[in-house]
Nanobody, 125 residues
Framework: QVKLVESGGGLVQAGGSLRLSCATS????????MAWFHQAPGKEREFVAA????????YYADSVKGRFTISRDNSKNTVYLQMNSLKPEDTAVYYC??????????????????WGQGTQVTVSS
């Protein structure tokens, strides 16, 4: 059974940093493009960043370019999101997701076949 488990969320002051992790199991991790989405209360789930199955390509939402970095370690079946210079508007539940079919990058949530349970990120002003 496919499983994605996020961790690393928390409360941080504006300007601070957090590193999210998403550990996967139950599949061949390197076959999947991976992505991070976030969802704030009352809003739709939004694309944040994606990384290709080899890790050679990345893609970011304009709102996080230059501040966030997505990476993956295929030997550990894990994808990461390094978040720097955090802003209060980054406050949301962050989800990782996997996509088997492409083409990279898939920016719509409906394009992803598996999701984690989410981890809360709260940025105080």
């Amino acid at each position: 059974q496919v499983k994605l488990v996020e961790s690393g969320g928390g409360l941080v002051q504006a300007g601070g940093s957090l590193r999210l992790s998403c550990a996967t199991s139950g599949r061949t991790f390197s076959w999947y493009d991976m992505a991070w989405f976030h969802q704030a209360p009352g809003k739709e789930r939004e694309f944040v960043a994606a990384i290709s199955r080899s890790g050679g390509r990345t893609y970011y939402a304009d709102s996080v370019k230059g501040r966030f970095t997505i990476s993956r370690d295929n030997s550990k079946n894990t994808v990461y999101l390094q978040m720097n210079s955090l802003k209060p508007e980054d406050t949301a539940v962050y989800y990782c997701a996997s996509d088997r079919h492409g083409p990279f990058p898939v920016r719509g949530a409906v394009g992803y076949d598996s999701w984690g349970q989410g981890t809360q990120v709260t940025v105080s002003s």
